[in-house]
């Protein structure tokens, strides 16, 4: 995914692994084990007969997927945030180039120099925030978890040295009793006062468009506004192990001033059969919202392929 992006890519994904708890907050995912657990990935979705994903300009291999904490010479490093819920602080961490030194000169994409995203392992708690750089190329935001378990983190970025953009990951264990969320399919969701639906089906290996609609109080919304250079942002977590998948809308990159809906349609691949966890981001009168959805995927018969575990 180079900048600029075309809106209508099919599928561009990043496929996360999230299996292990870490003791300390920031610990940051070994890489002999990330290119294990990325082999592990790629022979289930052999197993299950389902096609690799539209990679488009990655090539496929395991660090090219979001499995790693290094790439290409570059590396997440100094990973930090706080070890313990409801408590403020500073989440923080640099990205090393092949000198080993803090890398300062990224290209925009999506209007933003480094995209991060955070979820919890049950898929509940997602973020997708924007730290700010400092001089010595330290990224930062301020931070508090609201509930403890094992998070996984992730960094995506372009390099100006190279123009290729890289996603690397790792993870954090944050203290406390933690309870898994179970789900089940939602095809409506409310959240801010609005409620988003979701129209289409998910079929394993095959290109399919899933339809976006919001309203509020019953009402149509029209005044979509471009947010991170699109009318809406897709992220798809296939349940279980997190698989990742970063879709946008169909359609021309939006004018300064230009409003949009009240629906958004996605273009996406999902890699297997299974169960994933969509969450739509889309603004409104300058506040962006996230709303949380659930699909199964369906096999061509039109049957539903059922929860994966």
């Known amino acids: 995914m180079k900048a600029p992006v075309r809106l209508g890519l099919y599928g561009l994904v990043l496929v996360v692994v999230f299996v292990v708890a870490f003791a300390t907050a920031g610990a940051a995912v070994p890489e002999q084990t990330v290119q294990s657990w990325a082999g592990e990935t790629k022979q289930a979705d052999h197993d299950a007969g389902g096609d690799q994903m539209d990679m488009t300009e990655h090539d496929g291999d395991a660090s090219s997927m979001g499995l790693a904490v290094a790439e290409g010479g570059y590396q997440l490093t100094a990973l ?105 399919p939602v095809a409506t969701a409310a959240t801010d006062g609005y409620e988003v639906n979701v129209e289409g089906d998910l079929v394993a290996g095959e290109p399919t468009d899933l339809r976006v609609s919001v309203s509020q109080d019953g009402v149509p919304v029209t005044n979509l506004e471009p947010y991170l250079g699109a009318f809406g942002h897709m992220v798809a977590l296939r349940e279980g192990d997190l698989a990742y998948l970063h879709v946008h809308p169909h359609g021309d990159e939006p004018r300064a001033g230009e409003t949009s809906g009240p629906e958004i349609v996605f273009g996406a691949t999902a890699p297997t059969p299974g169960r994933y966890l969509l969450y739509v981001d889309f603004q409104v009168d300058g506040q962006v919202h996230t709303a949380p959805l659930v699909m199964d995927t369906r096999d061509e018969a039109g049957a539903k392929s059922g929860q994966q575990r």
């Not at 979820?119 to 708690?125: E, K, L, P, T």
């Not at 094992?150 to 040295?161: G, K």
């Not at 406390?176 to 089940?184: A, F, I, N, Q």
């Open 80 to 184: 930090a945030a706080p070890a313990e819920t409801n408590k403020d602080g500073r989440l923080s961490l640099s990205i090393t180039g092949p000198n080993g030194k803090p890398v300062t000169d990224f290209d925009l994409e999506h209007d933003k120099e480094l995209h991060l995203i955070t979820v919890r392992s049950d898929g509940q708690h997602f973020r997708h925030v924007h730290p700010e750089m400092d001089a010595e190329g330290t990224w930062s935001i301020p931070w508090q978890w609201d509930a403890p378990g094992s998070y996984r983190m992730f960094a995506d970025f372009v390099p100006t040295e190279t123009g290729d953009n890289i996603t690397l990951s790792s993870s954090a264990q944050v203290a406390g009793d933690y309870d898994p969320v179970p789900t089940e």
